[in-house]
């Protein structure tokens, strides 16, 4: 065990570059796949087929393929086309592409999941759709949307070890080569799965946040948003404690049918 | 199919006789002020339903129209197809003498485009039963928002009058709030301040003290009776509250199936209905 | 030349062979899942505190690491332990693929337990039902009515990710498609065919799960 760790400290700075192509993998990923989630999910929303159905096959299809089979297309496929990514490169698009397309469907289902009454006080006060759908939609269906934005988000994060299939030097990899060293099989990859772990819990914890902060915007109650949510809450219970004392607040709110 | 004998494309006469209940409204084609609104055939269906047939009547400018009926005669989706959040199954509205969603091009109905219809609707306001104002937003932005980036006022302009317009519903002091920080009654006259900031010459009132809790009603009403007094915005009611539809409007119309059962002045409707049915209906709800 | 029906003809009974492993796999992964997720879920009602709180670290670690990682490092333990070093790679890769999508599959029957109305539970108290019976035809006829459709997604995915087989060399649908490039280059018919192959498979059968959901969710 002490000689496993001396030779873990030896191979720390190899590790640290794995680890810094996963979260390059893994960042990249939610970006690109942010952005396509966006995009076609806001597509199946649109009012025309001529955008919705077009959108909605994309997202099947990326849906319906697996990813490996997506990444070696991209890392195949593709150069044989005139078109040839690094390696780096050719993981972030995939995992942008597959995650994005579940995304997509998150993305769509918030959207339609937002009171109806929105969007009827939006087309009532005249808003273009643009305007409806930026200012007034999107913001509500976003804090909508993080929960299962957070689980998509961890599941790209556990694709990232794909990398492994496009002789990228990932943790996953990493983690062969440490075992190989040290020859003890269940101690390497214990850090290795506390390292995923870690992450996975850090992408968890940004994601409460960014909910409670969502909530907190819609006025309702951040608390119930991880533990992030309390604390974010905490703060804002005190600012809005004294608000309510406030002189004109002799009404009880009502719970039922008001601004949700 | 009217075959007009001269082409008069402005104004044609309306396809179906008018029903004899309809007789204050009967539009006057040709001459006056166009009426605030007009609806001609209009027909709306919800699937296999239903909901509206035949329906034609005007309002007149700066006039205070109450709809009265059973739940399910169509009073609400007539609202709502004035604001255009239903669309119309046949026939034509028109708000100040412009078609609203659909005209007539040599003798065919055809959709206007969205740009057009916006250019109608931004002279509506509605306020809903269950206020809908904008959880994203403060109250002020909740007002500031349509006459900012529909008329393409400047934010101070429509800031300054926002205010004003806080001011006149008693919520002056709540203007940075949070709309779910406020009572429903409050929330409900800040979405009728943020109707009233896009300077509606039509307003839609959708039961808007339903959600209410009994002790909030009357400020809503107050605030409401305050902008009839003071404006000449024309309105169209649907209320179960009859004292506030006595007090303000000068006419009410009795729905029932989809149809107008009968027309006249409060005073009319409310003491000496014709219809048996409306006798009925008022003394369910007058109970 | 982009497309060569000749190299897609010459492809297609190899993928499909390999494709009968990714099919073994997802079918013995389904059964071993389903039956471990619900175990797991029992268990993580009626187990003493600690050792529930021990297992439900262990669900955690294998919820939020890679499937890919964990098939090598068991792998790996199977191949240098003398007993279990004859077994096959397919046998583990669905062994492991099985547990973990089990422990997703406990979240769903957790839930369903869950929504099980707390007038049931009130129900077999009164009724003084023995505890495994009352589960048995009270409760989980009512939970696995809201879990089935969960369980039919996790399925899918599961299918979706037996490529993965691949790290520990079991000759899959996606291997199948790779050593074939590798063989004649003729890549594009390979994994155009081989994700053709997925969602012919997958399409259909997410269509009848949501379709599942529907008629459940309408009762």
């Known amino acids: 065990m002490a000689e496993d760790l001396v030779r873990l400290v030896d191979f720390l700075p190899q590790l640290g570059d794995g680890l810094l192509v996963t979260v390059q993998l893994a960042l990249g990923g939610a970006l690109g796949s942010f952005a396509i989630a966006l995009l076609l999910g806001l597509a199946m929303v649109a009012p025309t087929r001529w955008l919705a159905v077009p959108a909605r096959i994309v997202v099947e299809f990326f849906r319906g393929t697996s ?23 050719c993981g972030i698009l995939a995992l942008a592409l597959n995650y994005g397309a579940y995304s997509a469907e998150v993305v769509r289902s918030s959207v339609m999941h937002v ?24 913001p509500q269906a976003w804090a909508l949307m993080i929960p299962s934005l957070a689980t998509l988000q961890i599941q790209l994060l556990k694709g990232t070890a794909v990398a492994s299939f496009l002789t990228l030097q990932d943790l996953n990899e990493r983690i062969d080569i440490l075992r190989q060293d040290t020859g003890d099989t269940l101690f390497s990859y214990s850090v290795g799965f506390l390292l995923y772990f870690v992450l996975a819990w850090l992408i968890q914890v940004t994601m409460d946040l960014l909910e409670a902060l969502a909530k907190r915007r819609l006025g309702r109650d951040p608390s119930d948003a991880g533990f992030v949510g309390r604390l974010v809450a905490g703060a804002g219970t005190s600012a809005g404690a004294g608000e309510a004392d406030a002189p004109g607040t002799a009404e009880p709110a009502v719970a039922k049918g008001g601004a949700r | 199919m009217p075959e007009p004998a001269v082409p008069e494309p402005a104004v044609p006469e309306p396809a179906v006789p008018e029903p004899s209940v309809a007789e204050p409204s009967r539009p006057e084609p040709s001459t006056g002020a166009a009426p605030a609104l007009e609806f001609r055939d209009v027909e709306k269906r919800f699937g296999r339903n239903t909901v509206l047939s035949g329906l034609n009547f005007t309002v007149r400018p700066g006039e205070r129209v109450t709809l009265i009926g059973p739940s399910g005669s169509g009073k609400t989706t007539i609202l709502r197809l004035i604001m255009t959040l239903e669309t119309l199954s046949e026939g034509y509205i028109y708000v100040g003498g412009q078609p609203l969603t659909h005209e007539e091009r040599n003798g065919k109905r055809v959709a206007l485009p969205g740009r057009r219809v916006r250019e109608t609707t931004k002279r509506i306001g509605m306020v809903f039963q269950h206020f809908n104002l904008f ?6 932005d909740n007002l500031v928002e349509a006459p900012v980036h529909v008329l393409g006022m400047s934010r101070e302009a429509a800031a300054e009058k926002a205010r004003g317009l806080l001011d006149r519903v008693g919520l002056a002091e709540k203007a940075d709030a949070h709309p779910t ?49 003071e404006t000449d915005i024309t309105m169209l009611i649907v209320t179960h509250e009859m004292q506030f539809a006595r007090d303000v409007s000068q006419r009410v119309m009795m729905f029932d199936q989809g149809a107008i059962l009968e027309d006249g002045t409060p005073e009319e409707i409310f003491t000496r209905p014709r219809e048996a049915r409306t006798q009925r209906f008022l003394s369910a709800v007058l109970e | 030349m982009l497309w060569s029906w000749d190299f897609a003809a010459e492809a297609l009974p190899l993928l499909l062979r390999g494709f009968g492993n990714t099919l073994i796999a997802t079918a013995g992964g389904t059964a071993l899942a389903v039956v471990l997720g619900l175990l797991l879920a029992v268990l993580l009602r009626v187990l003493p505190r600690w050792i529930r709180w021990l297992l439900r670290l262990l669900v955690a670690v294998v919820r939020n690491t890679p499937l890919i990682m964990q098939l090598v490092f068991v ?34 029957y957790r839930a369903g337990i869950d929504a099980v109305p707390p007038g049931q539970w009130e129900a077999i108290s009164a009724l003084s039902l023995p505890p495994v019976r009352a589960f048995r035809s009270v409760v989980l ?4 009515r809201a879990t089935v459709p969960s369980l039919g997604n996790y399925a899918i995915a599961m299918f979706k990710d037996t490529p993965f087989l691949i790290a520990i060399g079991v000759g899959e649908l996606v291997w199948s498609a790779q050593s074939f490039g590798g063989r004649s280059f003729a890549y594009t018919e390979a994994f155009t065919l081989a994700g053709l192959i997925f969602l012919a498979a997958s399409y259909p059968t997410s269509l009848a799960v949501r379709r599942l959901e529907k008629s459940l969710a309408s009762y």
């Open chain 1, 67 to 89: 990813l490996l089979v997506q990444l070696f297309w991209l890392f195949y496929v593709l150069p044989l086309l005139g078109a040839e990514l690094d390696p780096l490169m």
């Open chain 1, 115 to 138: 009171e109806p009454g929105q969007w009827e006080a939006a087309l009532a006060l005249s808003l273009t759709p643009a305007r409806r759908m930026f200012r007034v939609i999107l």
């Open chain 2, 135 to 140: 959880p994203n937003m403060t109250v002020l």
């Open chain 2, 181 to 229: 920080r406020l009572s429903g009654g409050q929330q409900q006259r800040v979405a009728i301040a943020r109707a009233l900031a896009m300077d509606p010459e039509i307003l839609l009132l959708d039961e808007v003290t339903s959600a209410l809790d009994p002790e909030l009603v009357g400020d809503v009403l107050q605030v409401l009776r305050d902008i009839a007094a």
């Open chain 3, 75 to 108: 792998w790996t333990l199977f191949s240098t332990s003398e007993a279990l070093i004859g077994v096959p790679a397919l046998v583990v890769g669905t062994l492991v693929i099985g547990v973990h999508y089990a422990t997703y599959m406990s979240e769903s």
């Open chain 3, 141 to 144: 006829p009512q939970a696995l």
